[in-house]
């Protein structure tokens, strides 16, 4: 069986073709500046030089079609027919309370992303535009909607509440609803499977720390707490997402500075964070070589990058009562050595030891505490289009 797997920004496209008997990426692709003149699909077989195609795709619905093109393209193809195909996992951003899984679309999947455009502007208008498209290009194929929410909607709700006046959360539905829930569920999965005991048996902080980041709380294999909020933008400071920050700050420099609520929403969301305390970059690999030359802006983000960490690190070891694995994943979790080792540094009076040499690898699973860590700590490469694979095969079979 294979599955496609879409992950529709809103002017971009990344796919993949899944084969479920035994998990192989068959290829993987991307389509940038869609509506934008420049358009572009960059499809990649393991093994083969990139095919390019440099054609005006004036909406999502003329991407997915250039992306069909390629699948089946008789050179660079990797199908020779869209009945190979079995189903489509979509990557969805906000699903609200209703989302608690994967789901087979329909028009009240349809409507529930439309609802919460209103608390993810940014992605769930794309994410419906790649369904829509799928639906008429490949009609009675089906979709199903893999949502970043639904892993964290099992939260009890005192964790997903905000102490704000009780009304606004039955008028608007605004709580905490968390985000890189298909990251967070792979780890709840894989982790248990490297440890070698049942997921029931154990209480794991998930830390997915990439462009942007999130720690979960996971108590036997499901979600009891996460960083990000109503949107993905509260919890931890990010690549150019400011975190947590006294909402006072939002009102001041609004009034202050003049700005919209549209621009203070893209001052927080793109030029806050590491980006905006280092005046450097996103990336924490030009952090970590500006800091290593004595840029002290650079070295001041990536501090603050670890404090965040360790705080939440330490409230959901609190909130778990106890914790027996710790795990690092996402481009900065799974390849910077430098960042897992300050932010486990002197941990040891709460059980976590890391073991330098064991730390020293990179994009690969490894436990990387020392033996007598109480914690265990790992590093686990995440695998969301898996996630989003598996549970999309799950669907269309039952
Ligand atoms: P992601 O959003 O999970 O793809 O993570 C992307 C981020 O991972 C990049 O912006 C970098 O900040 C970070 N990253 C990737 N490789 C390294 C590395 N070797 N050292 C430090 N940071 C890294």
């Known amino acids: 069986m294979k599955i496609l797997i879409i992950n529709c ?12 008997t035994n998990e192989n990426t068959l290829c993987k692709g991307l389509v940038e500046r869609i509506g934008i003149e420049g358009s572009r699909l960059i499809h990649k077989v393991e093994g083969q030089e990139n095919y390019v195609i440099e054609t005006p795709m004036k909406d999502h619905k003329d991407a997915i079609k250039h992306v069909f093109d390629a699948l089946l393209d008789e050179k660079h193809g990797v199908i020779k027919s ?10 969805v951003l906000h699903g609200g309370p209703d989302m608690t899984e994967s789901i087979l679309v329909d028009q009240r999947v349809k409507d529930t992303i439309k609802e919460f455009v209103k608390f993810g502007p940014l992605h769930n208008p794309g994410n419906l535009m790649g369904i829509e498209a799928c639906e008429e290009i490949a009609p009675g194929k089906p979709n199903v909607a893999v949502f970043d929410t639904s892993f ?4 009890p709700d005192y964790v997903y509440m905000y102490p704000i006046p009780y009304e606004y959360y039955e008028k608007y539905s605004i709580r905490k609803y968390g985000f890189h829930g298909t ?6 999965h894989r982790a248990p499977e490297v440890i070698g005991k049942p997921k029931e048996e154990l209480n794991i902080v998930s830390c997915h720390l990439g462009n942007g980041s999130s720690l979960a709380a996971i ?8 960083s990000m909020g109503l949107t993905p933008l509260e919890g931890l400071m990010m690549g150019t997402r400011c975190g947590n920050i006294d909402p006072t700050v939002d009102s001041f420099l609004q009034q202050n500075e003049n700005l919209s609520a549209a621009e203070l929403n893209t001052l927080l969301n793109k030029k806050s964070g590491a980006l905006g305390v280092s005046g450097v970059s996103s990336d924490f690999r030009d952090l970590e070589e500006a800091a290593a030359e004595g840029n002290d802006r650079a070295r001041l983000a990536l501090d603050m990058f670890v ?29 910077s050595a430098t ?3 300050d932010i486990c540094k002197d941990l040891e009076h709460i059980g976590i030891k890391i073991d330098p040499e064991r730390n020293n690898v990179r994009g690969k699973e490894a436990l990387i505490s020392s033996d007598d860590s109480k914690i265990k700590v790992y590093v686990i490469p995440t695998d969301e289009e ?3 694979a598996r549970d999309t095969m799950e669907i269309i079979t039952k």
């Open 82 to 91: 869209l009945d190979e195909i079995s189903g489509i996992g979509h990557r």
């Open 219 to 226: 108590a036997c294999g499901k979600c009891f707490d996460t």
């Open 152 to 155: 964290h909607q099992t939260m």
């Open 183 to 188: 990251s967070h569920k792979y780890i709840s």
């Open 307 to 335: 404090i965040r960490v360790k705080r939440f690190l330490g409230a959901y070891i609190a909130e778990l009562k106890g914790c027996d694995a710790v795990v690092f994943t996402g481009g900065i979790g799974e390849n």
């Open 386 to 388: 898996v996630m989003i």
């Open 9 to 20: 920004g809103s002017s971009s496209l990344k796919y993949q073709i899944i084969d479920m």
């Open 339 to 341: 960042m897992r080792a």
